[in-house]
Structure formats: structure tokens, C-alpha cells
């Protein structure tokens, strides 16, 4: 079972998360849009986070490796991307990411290529990437995807086809995170330690560095709280950061 707390940690909801499949292990949840859904080994299962009531359950014929949630909800397995209310994607996604307007899926893949699907079947692809994509972020208003594959890039979404993205420079990145009060202001967790970007003042492609934290121990998870970076280092501890 999926179980739904409140603020204080007492259960609130709760619903099964697959009627009858080969597993009810849950692999995965995303929230969005009032409702939470639910990923088991072959099924994904849509509740009202209210309610506790099933909305909807979708079998899939591979295993869920990724759950993403926004105004819509989308899945990826080993050979493709289903979006809720979008279709079916040929792309082997290891990651997800929904836009909070609900209207583009982006999938990191592992063929070191990002991928974005809007409503329609439209779709655009970015390469470039040196590894497999194993982490994106969208802006709060959807205007930039940011990616890590080996280096970190942050895509304008209205970017002209051939113009190059904005690529951060620091070396082994691991997480990236954007700050949901200044739609330009980028954080990248690194081996290095903790790098603050303005993506609104780029030189040739290159973002100014506003805020770099070398002596930071490395960051494998960061999230803006405030005006503090959260970052969790190798060893599991979560320790703060000011940046204003």
C-alpha cells in the first residue's frame, strides 16, 4: 500500500498500489496536480491525494525504471516514455522530468541525449552529453532544463535548433537545481562542492559563476530552501549552505 501522511506524520490516506500484478513492491512515486502516483514493478497506479480514491491504474509491458509528476504524470522502462494523456515514446529514459505547467516531459536517456515531448508527438533531442543523462531539473515557469550527463548543461526551452546551451563549468557534477524564487539562478552539486549560476548573464554560452563553495565537502543531492543551498554529501549528511 501507498500510505498518505499529513504535516505531522499521521496517516491520513492510504490505497493499494497495484490490484493484482507480479510484484506490489512500490518502485517509485510523483506527486502533482492533487494527485499521487504510484510505480510497481509493471503497473502505475493514480490516486486523489485528498480522497485516498484510485483514479486510475495503467499496466506497462516492461518494468517502471522512473516516475515523474506534474499536471500530468509519465513513466519510463527499459525501451520507452509513456506520458499520461501524451502517448508512447521510443526513447530508453533513465530519468524524468515534467514541466509544472503540465505541457513538456523531459527524459534524461542513456544514450547521452536529453529528450523533450510536448502534446502532439512534437519532440525535440539535445546531444552533447559525455555520459548517460542521470539528472534533470526544470525552472519553476519551464523556461530552462537543466541536465547532468558527465557535464552539466542548462537548455533554454525556446532554444533555436543549432544554437548551443548554456554549459556550466565545473568538473564532475552529480546534481543540478534551480531556485524557484529567481528563475535564472541555477545550484550544481559537484565533487568540488556547491556552484551557484546566473544563467541570465552568460558570456559565449558560459553563465557567471555567483557563488562557488569550493571548500564544500562534494554534493551528490542539492534543493534551494530559502536562501541556503541543501545539499547531501557521500557520507549521507545533509549540511546547509547560505548564498544570499
Known sequence: DVVLLDGGGAERRRFAADSAGVSRDVRALARGGGRVAAATARAVTVADAAAG?????????ETVN???????FAAATRTGVRVFGGGDHASRGAVLAVAASGDAVAAGCIDRKVRVFFPGGRRREWTGFSSAVERLA????????????????ALRRDLPPGE???????????????????????VVGARGGVF????????????????????APPARAVAFCGGRVVAVGDDGAVFGVDVD
Not at 53 to 61: H, I, L
Not at 66 to 72: D, P
Open 53 to 61: 480514491a484510485v483514479v486510475e491504474r495503467v499496466a506497462c509491458d
Open 66 to 72: 522512473a516516475l515523474a509528476g506534474g499536471r500530468r
Open 138 to 153: 526544470w525552472s519553476a515557469s519551464g523556461k530552462w532544463l537543466a541536465a547532468v550527463g558527465g557535464r552539466a548543461v
Open 164 to 186: 548551443a546551451p548554456v554549459r556550466c563549468a565545473v568538473d564532475a557534477p552529480l546534481d543540478v537545481a534551480f531556485d524557484p524564487a529567481r528563475e535564472d539562478r541555477l
Open 196 to 215: 551557484v549560476f546566473d544563467l541570465g548573464r552568460a558570456d559565449d554560452a558560459v553563465p557567471r559563476l555567483c557563488f562557488p563553495v569550493a571548500a
